[in-house]
């Protein structure tokens, strides 16, 4: 019979589509004295009775829920465990009440597509992770796209902020019926905000892929 740990294991793997172990220790065995171990012996259960998948191309090892339709050598693999890093420095930072990984708004031909909704210290934000650079058109068309869904009525909230996560400064005007932020980090977002106090930057953990020689 599966616990509600077990269980809630298999709802995050569904909902970010790819968690490493660390993660999955931090998340859910952080009350134990060694989590890690605890998440390896969990996970390898869940995994022997079909419940989860699992790569062995990148240490430590990252697992999938079965419902989880994508190839376990994916260059989008490390787009989600970005994904799920800005989960887990958020939920450090202050009141988080709502995370979504790529909700879908709109058409599908010409949908707003953030990689992230979350709504955090009572305020809604559409987030864009970019670890590949961006072209100043491709993020134009980007946020021409939001702009079209905020126009929509779509929206219940329109006071949702729009906040690039990019090493790249893009060059954006402010014709638009939202507030847009560029930062490095989440955390250095909230350092820029006026009047914040300074808050100690998370370092991320390091995954990497193993290549066969």
């Known amino acids: 019979m599966l616990t509600n740990r077990d269980k809630a294991i298999?709802?995050?793997?569904?909902?970010?589509?790819?968690?490493d172990r660390d993660s999955i220790a931090e998340l859910h065995f952080s009350n134990l004295k060694n989590p890690n171990y605890a998440a390896n012996n969990v996970l390898l259960?869940?995994?022997r009775d079909g419940l989860i998948q699992r790569s062995t191309a990148f240490v430590p090892y990252v697992y999938f829920g079965t419902d989880v339709?994508?190839?376990?050598?994916?260059?989008k693999l490390g787009h989600f465990l970005a994904i799920l890093n800005v989960y887990k420095e958020i939920r450090k930072l202050g009141s988080l009440?709502?995370?979504?990984?790529?909700?879908?708004?709109?058409?599908?031909?010409?949908?707003a597509e953030p990689d992230i909704y979350c709504y955090f210290r009572k305020t809604p934000f559409f987030i864009e992770v970019q670890r590949t650079l961006y072209?100043?058109?491709?993020?134009?068309?980007?946020?021409?796209?939001?702009?079209?869904?905020?126009?929509?009525?779509?929206?219940a909230d329109k006071n949702t902020r729009v906040l690039i996560l990019s090493d790249q400064r893009y060059a954006i005007d402010d014709d638009y019926p939202f507030k847009i932020f560029?930062?490095?980090?989440?955390?250095?977002?909230?350092?820029?905000l006026k009047g914040n106090k300074v808050v100690p930057q998370i370092k991320q953990p390091s995954i990497k892929r193993v290549v066969n020689s």
């Open 182 to 192: 560029q930062a490095e980090s989440f955390t250095s977002f909230l350092n820029s």
């Open 97 to 111: 009440e709502s995370f979504l990984v790529e909700p879908k708004y709109g058409k599908k031909s010409e949908c």
């Open 69 to 75: 339709q994508i190839k376990k050598n994916s260059q």
């Open 45 to 47: 259960r869940l995994l």
């Open 10 to 19: 298999i709802r995050d793997l569904n909902k970010f589509r790819v968690m």
């Open 135 to 155: 072209s100043e058109k491709q993020m134009i068309e980007k946020l021409d796209r939001y702009a079209d869904l905020f126009n929509s009525g779509l929206l």
